[in-house]
């Protein structure tokens, strides 16, 4: 407990350190003895204190006023002020989860209203109140999210999510909100289960309309996948991947793999002949709906045409591992690629030659040993034949080397 109050005691005057206290997911990270990297804080000391101390005021429109700092030994920190003592027990009980509603002062006095400490050993996660999701529907998303992270939801707080349909409130929040836990879903230690929760509580179907038809469409024909509905498949891949991947962009990837099979025809079913080429541009579109990054956008687009091939690697030709090589270079799912397809195919590893070949795709003329002037005197509609064979011929030294 000094190693974590130390540094607070020496940024604040000793005379508040019984006003001031620890809250939130920074007292709840240090219980369960997991490392934090922000601090949240509450604080009863005089406003013109604060400036001084480093901290700067951002009030936002519809949020209350929350003091900033960023510390070069502790990282970000987040204050809110309180203009008496007695209103910590309220503020306390306006938070979300009672896991999140432990207050520690920096003399080192607990302050716990809610019982959350017992909550905590259970890794159980109960709401403050009856109004905790109707004051912010986004802890729905964060509560399932802790779900994807090895917590179980009480029951009490299961069934005031099951009985009630959320739908208007949440679609009344800016979808950045709702992508931001669920990147976060994505590098729990169970991503999967963030998106079954989603499926049992019906939560976000304005935002992931996809997730919802999953459920109604055929993998594939059975003896290819024998689990069935798309939803299943593309759990399981989301639960190999992330097993051998933290990267949350992977598990993202895993999961929307098969984005192209929302596009088949149903009188085409079980089947889904060029999938992996109709869920290219269903990818980019979904990356924009939600606001991610563009380079999330390009990865799912791209995964979603070529982790199929990796799977066929022995049947294909050498100019087209090539090309897929210098594809998946260019789209940076050089590394996520081969965990995708590895997942979405038990049973296969990533062929010894795939870093071979982005290797040789990214050489230059000059790395592929290619004489310079020979190059440029012939047509230039000859050039990117003649360099190809080239890689080609260097990609089969390797092979026969190894």
Same mark, same amino acid.
């Given at each position: 407990?000094?190693?974590?109050?130390?540094?607070?005691?020496?940024?604040?005057?000793?005379?508040?350190?019984?006003?001031?206290?620890?809250?939130?997911?920074?007292?709840?990270?240090?219980?369960?003895?997991?490392?934090?990297?922000?601090?949240?804080?509450?604080?009863?000391?005089?406003?013109?204190?604060?400036?001084?101390?480093?901290?700067?005021?951002?009030?936002?429109?519809?949020?209350?006023?929350?003091?900033?700092?960023?510390?070069?030994?502790?990282?970000?920190?987040?204050?809110?002020?309180?203009?008496?003592?007695?209103?910590?027990?309220?503020?306390?009980?306006?938070?979300?989860? /009672?896991?999140?509603?432990?207050?520690?002062?920096?003399h080192g006095k607990w302050y716990d209203p809610l019982d959350g400490q017992q909550d905590l050993q259970q890794r159980l996660l109960r709401v403050c109140s009856d109004q905790s999701f109707t004051d912010d529907p986004l802890r729905l998303i964060r509560a399932i999210r802790f779900v994807a992270d090895g917590w179980q939801l009480a029951s009490e707080t299961a069934q005031q999510i099951q009985h009630q349909d959320w739908a208007e409130q949440l679609v009344?929040?800016?979808?950045?909100?709702?992508?931001?836990?669920?990147?976060?879903?994505?590098?729990?230690?169970?991503?999967?289960?963030?998106?079954?929760?989603?499926?049992?509580?019906?939560?976000? /179907?304005?935002?992931?309309?996809?997730?919802?038809?999953?459920?109604?469409?055929?993998?594939?024909?059975?003896?290819?996948?024998? @689990?069935?509905?798309?939803? /299943?498949?593309?759990?399981?891949?989301?639960?190999?991947?992330?097993?051998?991947?933290?990267?949350?962009?992977?598990?993202?990837?895993?999961?929307?793999?098969?984005?192209?099979?929302?596009?088949?025809?149903?009188?085409?079913?079980?089947?889904?002949?060029?999938?992996?080429?109709?869920?290219?541009?269903?990818?980019?579109?979904?990356?924009?709906?939600?606001?991610?990054?563009? @380079?999330?956008?390009?990865?799912?687009?791209?995964?979603?045409?070529?982790?199929?091939?990796?799977?066929?690697?022995?049947?294909?030709?050498?100019?087209?591992?090539?090309?897929?090589?210098?594809?998946?270079?260019?789209?940076?799912?050089?590394?996520?690629?081969?965990?995708?397809?590895?997942?979405?195919?038990?049973?296969?590893?990533?062929?010894?030659?795939?870093?071979?070949?982005?290797?040789?795709?990214?050489?230059?003329?000059?790395?592929?040993?290619?004489?310079?002037?020979?190059? @440029?005197?012939?047509?230039?509609?000859?050039?990117?034949?003649?360099?190809?064979?080239?890689?080609?011929?260097?990609?089969?030294?390797?092979?026969?080397?190894?």
């Amino acid at each position: 407990m000094n190693t974590l109050l130390q540094p607070f005691q020496q940024l604040f005057p000793l005379q508040y350190h019984e006003q001031i206290f620890l809250v939130g997911g920074t007292v709840r990270d240090f219980l369960l003895q997991q490392p934090a990297c922000d601090y949240d804080l509450i604080a009863v000391l005089p406003e013109e204190l604060l400036p001084s101390l480093g901290f700067r005021l951002v009030a936002g429109k519809t949020t209350r006023p929350i003091w900033f700092q960023h510390d070069a030994q502790l990282g970000k920190l987040e204050l809110i002020r309180l203009d008496d003592i007695s209103q910590l027990d309220a503020d306390l009980r306006r938070r979300d989860f /009672t896991v999140n509603a432990i207050a520690l002062s920096l003399h080192g006095k607990w302050y716990d209203p809610l019982d959350g400490q017992q909550d905590l050993q259970q890794r159980l996660l109960r709401v403050c109140s009856d109004q905790s999701f109707t004051d912010d529907p986004l802890r729905l998303i964060r509560a399932i999210r802790f779900v994807a992270d090895g917590w179980q939801l009480a029951s009490e707080t299961a069934q005031q999510i099951q009985h009630q349909d959320w739908a208007e409130q949440l679609v009344s929040l800016p979808v950045e909100r709702f992508s931001r836990e669920m990147v976060k879903a994505l590098a729990a230690s169970q991503p999967e289960r963030f998106f079954e929760q989603m499926i049992q509580y019906r939560l976000g /179907t304005d935002w992931l309309l996809e997730l919802f038809r999953m459920p109604d469409i055929p993998a594939g024909p059975l003896q290819h996948h024998p @689990e069935g509905d798309l939803l /299943t498949h593309c759990l399981q891949v989301l639960q190999r991947a992330a097993a051998v991947s933290p990267d949350p962009l992977a598990s993202f990837c895993a999961f929307f793999h098969d984005i192209g099979k929302l596009s088949t025809d149903p009188a085409r079913y079980p089947k889904h002949h060029g999938h992996d080429e109709a869920g290219f541009k269903p990818a980019l579109n979904l990356c924009k709906r939600l606001c991610l990054p563009a @380079e999330w956008g390009r990865a799912l687009a791209w995964i979603s045409r070529l982790h199929t091939n990796l799977n066929r690697w022995s049947e294909l030709r050498d100019a087209t591992r090539l090309r897929m090589a210098d594809q998946a270079r260019k789209a940076g799912i050089s590394r996520i690629l081969p965990v995708v397809s590895a997942a979405d195919k038990p049973g296969n590893s990533t062929p010894d030659q795939w870093f071979q070949a982005l290797e040789v795709a990214a050489m230059n003329s000059t790395q592929l040993g290619i004489n310079i002037e020979q190059l @440029e005197a012939m047509q230039e509609k000859h050039r990117p034949d003649f360099i190809l064979q080239h890689r080609i011929r260097l990609l089969r030294s390797y092979e026969y080397i190894s």
